[in-house]
């Protein structure tokens, strides 16, 4: 899998979009962006994934750069429970995830 | 409708002796895994099931590790003799097989703590 690089931690608002990047110089043509998230003592939550489109879903939008090395993952409304850890994940198809340390997000009131 | 499960939520065992976790996928999932997160770590793939063929087991640390899922649905994950690297959060995740993009639906996990 493709190395990923996210900021540690990112604070946000509630009420206001949380744009969250990923570094992914090294994807290649077969490899797709993955999002989860992981709220403490949960399990890991899918989010959304994408190839070269952008993507949007009821949960957020993901923005991928033409090139394919990097991309952003937005939360349009940030709540107080979007409160997470978020990893980004690049990768071919298959089953087998495995998260790095993720991007800590705390939206504050 | 209900999403994972996993039994106990938390497990605390003294070194040595034997565990077993249960998983409880989502209903008309045919595909299953087990992960693992220690502390401060990313997840680490364990196993993998799919319907009715050979179990992907090449995440398992150790011998000490197995797992079995019966009848395409309940799954146990089994420690023997637990050692204190053991201790972490041990996640199940489900998903159909068929999707393309594998999205998997993870339970709440159980802790699991090696005294």
């Known amino acids: 899998d493709a190395k990923t690089t996210q900021p540690t931690s990112m604070d946000c608002a509630e009420g206001r979009a949380a744009n969250l990047p990923c570094n992914h110089s090294t994807i290649s043509g077969n490899e797709y962006v993955y999002w989860y998230r992981q709220i403490h003592s949960q399990g890991p939550q899918y989010i959304i994934h994408g190839l070269k489109n952008n993507e949007t879903n009821e949960m957020a939008s993901l923005i991928i750069t033409e090139d394919r090395k990097s991309s952003t993952l937005i939360l349009p409304h940030a709540t107080l429970r979007d409160t997470a850890v978020y990893y980004c994940?690049?990768?071919?198809?298959?089953?087998?995830?495995?998260f790095g340390a993720g991007t800590t997000v705390t939206v504050r009131a | 409708g209900a999403g994972v499960s996993q039994s106990p939520s938390n497990k605390v065992t003294e070194k040595g002796k034997d565990v077993e976790l249960r998983c409880d996928p989502i209903?008309?999932?045919?595909?299953l895994y087990w992960y693992r997160q220690s502390l401060g770590q990313g997840l680490e793939f364990l196993i993998y099931?799919?319907?009715?063929?050979?179990?992907?087991k090449s995440g398992l640390p150790s011998d000490r590790f197995s797992a079995e899922r019966t009848g395409g649905s309940v799954s146990t994950l089994t420690i023997q003799r637990t050692q204190q690297e053991d201790s972490a959060v041990y996640l199940c995740?489900?998903?159909?097989?068929?999707?393309?993009?594998?999205?998997?639906?993870f339970g709440p996990g159980t802790r699991l703590t090696v005294l």
């Open positions: 995740a489900s998903s159909f097989r068929d999707r393309g993009y594998n999205e998997q639906f």
């Open positions: 209903s008309g999932h045919t595909a």
């Open positions: 994940i690049v990768r071919a198809m298959g089953y087998k995830l495995s």
């Open positions: 099931f799919q319907g009715n063929s050979a179990p992907d």
